[in-house]
């Protein structure tokens, strides 16, 4: 996968994530062992396997989320970039408004293109999003 800039590799991550698709998941992640992820309520899981094994567990029920991301601030270096978000969150058979989650992703520019280096989402107690309202545990 051929990822020309840190947008690109954000939004094949978000599609990787609605389809539950761990291979296409970690095609976005960057391939060094020091790649980080903390998923809401989660610890901090370090390295591609213990990333790998978290992908594979919240995808074990197959597609469920749908993402609308929101409030997108980057901050992009020759061979890094910061991406800063809130995460509307609905979930396949729940009704109400959407799970509201903040995350930071971190990519890097790799010989193979733009990669994840680090995603960290926490859920958000009320809504700094006007029109969200609930706090989310979704990964």
């Given at each position: 996968m051929n990822l020309t800039s840190a947008s690109q590799a954000e939004a094949a991550f978000y599609a990787a994530f609605e389809r539950a698709d761990v291979d296409a998941m970690m095609a976005v992640w960057s391939e060094d062992e020091a790649v980080f992820?903390?998923?809401p309520g989660g610890g901090r899981l370090t390295g591609v396997a213990a990333v790998r094994g978290a992908w594979r567990s919240i995808f074990s029920d197959g597609p469920?989320?749908?993402?609308e991301l929101a409030e997108v601030q980057t901050f992009t270096l020759p061979t890094v970039a910061v991406?800063?978000?809130y995460e509307r969150i609905a979930v396949r058979g729940e009704n109400g408004p959407p799970h509201l989650v903040v995350a930071t992703n971190i990519y890097m520019l790799t010989a193979?293109?733009?990669r994840m280096f680090g995603h960290h989402a926490s859920a958000l107690p009320r809504s700094p999003v006007a029109g969200d309202r609930r706090a989310s545990n979704l990964h």
């Open positions: 992820c903390v998923h469920t989320l749908r993402f991406h800063t978000l193979s293109g733009w």
